[in-house]
């Protein structure tokens, strides 16, 4: 598998300057003397990380990372996954387009810290896609991330009450603002088991909070205990879940 | 329309102590002389607020609200809006749980300032119902929580290219975590029309980023330009919606 990259020339782009769709498309195929960085990422990192997920070939995915805010500065585009934009010849991202595809953004190297799922559209600062409304604590928050692409067209699991699959369950194939809502017991899931597809659980209602991805693909789809939701996780509250659609 | 709500002893109750769902619902029919404050919110505001909504009365909406963070301190109960939590003698609003209904917190008085949809759930911190990673900013962040019930069984809505309903349009009736995936032209949107039920617009796709409720009831569901979105909208910028389901 590898990453098509490339870095552009910082044109400091009007805000909210629409994305080129035509241009877009052509530029994931063509790889001219125009294209003066072309990276070869990683190959598959199955095991190592917890959330790993192998990229459909087969599906159109493209994203624009900047490394200045309000999508100025360097520029590069990947129709892949990027284990480490560093390794790419960028510091940092501070603003992006997803321009197709849904991805999932890592706070640290190797696919660890915080997750932050990308679906189409324009993420001009670090709030827009960590879901704060302030800036980063530290500088180096944007330093390490990481992008990985996903797509699927359904998606179904089932929530445990206790650790290890046990305890009441419910199963779920839509999207769910709130678990208690529904009549999920308490504001903890114990354990989870992802039939198909893929879900982003959020610690609070209303989608707010630490995210954690959860797909079929990563380990079977079973995450037994709340340490297995991420490296961030910290404990097992999830109080909301919606499905990432493609 | 009157607010019932009592101030109850602060009994420090253990972090995430189940919700005590029968007695909650005993709670909110009975005013006997256990409960040494009971307050008489304001009645309708209509006009002066850019999004007011009439407690529908035959819903059972509960929400706790605590001046501590996870639940501690003074506790309050309402089962139905509350202008101003100072005047029901609570400083501020650090945590809360909504046992009943979706409800709405808003920053300031007068239902100004940034707008909180709250679903049924545990919102520990300041960061759970923001959607901030961060403590806020300034100390004065809580101090004017206020509340609104909400009650809505479906909900339509048209999007608008351009200001006063012109333009490209697109009907709404589902959930959007990325109005571009679904073919919306950018990441702004210039008008919109609930016909029924109630929105939550995000500025950033996935959810993130300032909220705006929309609702049919508040001036015949029109808003006709950004500047009708809150109080506190400074663009145009919408890239992902959903619908407030009872």
Known sequence: MESKAKVLTADVPALRAPAP????????SSHGPDQPYEHHAHGPLEGFVPLYRRCD???????????QEYFQGKRMEFTSCCQNIMECGME??????????????????SFCG????????????????????????REDDLLQAHLLCCSHKESRMTIYE????????????????????????????????VQ???????????YRGHQYIMECECHGGEYKCYRQFGSH????????????QH
Request: a neutral charge; charged letters at 20%.
């Open 21 to 28: 769709r035509s241009g877009t498309v052509k530029k994931t």
């Open 196 to 206: 198909c597809g893929a879900f982003v659980c959020y610690q609070y209602p209303g």
């Open 57 to 67: 070939l087969s599906a159109t995915c493209e994203i624009t990372v900047y490394d």
């Open 92 to 109: 940092n991202i501070r603003s992006l387009k997803v321009e197709c595809g849904s991805w999932v953004g890592f706070e640290h190297s």
């Open 114 to 137: 915080q997750q932050f799922v990308l679906e189409k559209g324009d993420y001009p600062r670090f709030e827009a896609y960590s879901g704060s409304n302030s800036l980063p604590h």
């Open 233 to 244: 996780a910290q404990t097992p509250q999830i109080q909301s879940i919606r499905r990432i």
């Open 162 to 193: 206790k650790e290890n699959m046990v305890g009441r369950q419910f199963e779920l194939c839509n999207d769910y603002p709130s678990l208690q809502a529904m009549g999920w017991m308490n504001n903890e899931v114990g354990s989870m088991h």
